[in-house]
């Protein structure tokens, strides 16, 4: 059970928009900052979004991240078939002194 | 540019010790926090570790703590992760991560390939 919550799977046409959300809590998402990560099979994670909304460079503008309270977003527009992926969030957890992700969600492109 | 490379990996018996290593290269190693990162099979990400760029801080998951130890060699551009008293629940890909600037904020950027261990009787 992770302590970070995603959904599971979202799934959209192409071209289209999705979110991913990131539940957490006080000790986590409201106060510290979030990044987001996509992961290809049988590859390793690359960093999307840090600090809650900025994006590395060569990160395309299509991806984008928000946080209100103790939730995240990740956005992704203009759906790809490329996007089809796994993503996470990542958060610092004051309570437990760790790093902290998300289960994760598989964006799948109709 | 900032590359990473995990070896150490491999099939272990559960009880057994193990250690990882990470080399890096392409950027002054001893500037930044370093983390290893983990993936069961079929599984999402999970944190285990993080240390210092100058070793002298160390976190760990309480998955781990107590049976595994992060250490640095900032000479050698080197990062380690000794692991003791192995479970099978230990079974994963395990990712070495560079902070993505010069101070800790737990943004994994880069990356290595990663190295997989199994514990197994």
Known sequence: ???????????AAPG????????????????NYVSWYQQFPGTAPKLLIYDN???????PDRFSGSKSGTSATLGITGLQTGDEADYYCETWDTSLSAGVFGGGTKVTVL | QAQLVESGGGSVKPGGSLRLSCAASGFIFSDYYMSWIRQAP?????WISYISSSGGSTYFAD????????????AKNS????MNSLRA??????????????SFHGWFDPWGQGTLVTVSS
């Open chain 2, 63 to 74: 998955s781990v703590k107590g049976r595994f130890t992060i250490s640095r060699d900032n």
């Open chain 2, 42 to 46: 079929g599984k999402g990400l999970e």
């Open chain 2, 89 to 102: 629940e230990d079974t994963a890909i395990y990712y070495c991560a560079r902070d993505l600037f010069k």
């Open chain 1, 1 to 11: 059970q992770s302590v970070l919550t995603q959904p599971p799977s979202v799934s």
């Open chain 2, 79 to 82: 990062l380690y992760l000794q």
């Open chain 1, 53 to 59: 909304n900025k994006r590395p460079s060569g990160i």
């Open chain 1, 16 to 31: 289209q928009k999705v979110t991913i959300s990131c539940s957490g809590s006080s000790s986590n998402v409201q106060y």
